[in-house]
């Protein structure tokens, strides 16, 4: 393994939403989880807002769209990181349940690896995948 690399993990996931608000609720609903950082404090409307999930305390931040760099596309797409989840499908189904909506079909893939993704209510690539070496790395 290569100790050297100059990128040595993620630190946060930057989603963007009209209302961060609206897609704070979405994703506390989501993830089982409330934001532990907002700005500006309440009673403001928020600007920021930002999750620690999963295993590894990962961040997930959503930003306001009034501070999306430069003329960037508004529709799905460009890189989607994908985290993992246990239950693909059950994964899916529940994000499409609260109003997301398909983006890539659930996918077998070689190797025990599942994959699938969903655009948020927010219009945000979300993915998700079941990795069989997820465990094994979280354990080193």
Do not use: K
């Amino acid at each position: 393994m290569n100790d050297h690399s100059p990128l040595r993990g993620l630190c946060t996931i930057s989603l963007w939403a009209d209302d961060v608000a609206a897609a704070a609720t979405w994703y506390t609903e989501f993830l089982g989880v409330e934001p532990y950082f907002v700005r500006p404090e309440p009673p403001l409307p928020a600007a920021y807002v930002e999750f620690r999930i999963g295993d590894s305390a990962d961040e997930l931040g959503i930003i306001s769209s009034d501070y999306r760099p430069g003329p960037a596309p508004r529709a799905p797409g460009g890189v989607v990181a994908y985290w993992h989840v246990d239950d693909v499908a059950a994964t899916l189904d529940d994000a499409i349940a609260r109003g997301a909506t398909p983006h890539q079909p659930l996918t077998p893939r070689e190797a025990g690896f599942v994959t699938a993704s969903f655009v948020d209510p927010f219009g945000n690539v979300v993915g998700i995948m079941h990795n069989p070496h997820y465990r094994e790395q979280l354990a080193r």
